[in-house]
């Protein structure tokens, strides 16, 4: 079993509907969990971290993360044809990530 | 403020050569890791320096090495290169060093290896 378990999509909606991305992992031991976005032919790029349990806010995006289930979510609103890429989910030791396979998320619009 | 900058950005190889890429961090950011990404494995951790320490390394094999010099720059080798290496390699680099991160690094664009 993976560390990061991914469905690696494509999730295709049309704009402005909300995306909702989720992700297991296995490994309990760790803090922080985060979403990276990344564009075809870009390196990742960070979009939110979270710290243990609870939900975190910025702007369009939500992610939450449930210890009890073991689930890491990310929820993008009003989603804009910008928003299409890879989004890859992970947990941090430190600087060293351990990341699902990615969704790839197609925005039509 | 320039972002991770990653040389080459493309290159091909055959079976057997070696092969160095570089990395230069964001001005101040002093810790330098590495992944590897394929479309079958994904996304995987190599290494980690900070203060030209290695500090963390990832499940794979000798051939994969890397270095960082004092002014934070970063390279790594991969000798006898393998059909399997083929890959996107990237560089990232963060303010803090492991211990006191969480995880936020700042990914270069990659250098992208072709082995023919």
């Known amino acids: 079993q993976k560390e990061v378990e991914q469905d690696p999509g494509p999730l295709s909606v049309p704009e402005g509907a909300i995306v909702s991305l989720n992700c297991t992992y296995s490994n309990s031991a760790f803090q922080y969990f985060m979403w990276y976005r990344q564009y075809s032919r870009k390196g990742p790029e960070l979009l939110m971290y979270t710290y243990s349990s609870g939900n975190k806010e910025d702007g369009r995006f939500t992610a939450q993360v449930d210890k009890s289930s073991k689930y890491i979510s990310l929820f993008i609103r009003d989603s804009q044809p910008s928003d299409s890429a890879t989004y890859l989910c992970g947990r941090a030791a430190g600087n060293k990530l351990t990341f699902g396979g990615g969704t790839r998320v197609l925005v039509k619009p | 403020k320039a972002g991770v900058t990653q040389t080459p950005r493309y290159l091909i190889k055959t079976r057997g050569q070696q092969v160095t890429l570089s990395c230069s961090p964001i001005s101040g950011h002093r810790s330098v890791s590495w992944y590897q990404q394929t479309p079958g494995q994904g996304l995987q951790f190599l290494f980690e320096y900070f203060s030209e320490t290695q500090r963390n390394k990832g499940n794979f094999p000798g051939r994969f090495s890397g270095r960082q010099f004092s002014n934070s720059r970063s390279e790594m080798n991969v000798s006898t290169l393998e059909l399997g290496d083929s890959a996107l390699y990237l560089c990232?680099?963060?303010?803090?060093?492991?211990?006191?991160?969480?995880?936020?690094?700042?990914f270069g664009e990659g250098s992208r290896l072709t082995v023919l």
């Open positions: 990232a680099s963060s303010l803090r060093g492991t211990s006191g991160s969480s995880g936020e690094l700042f």
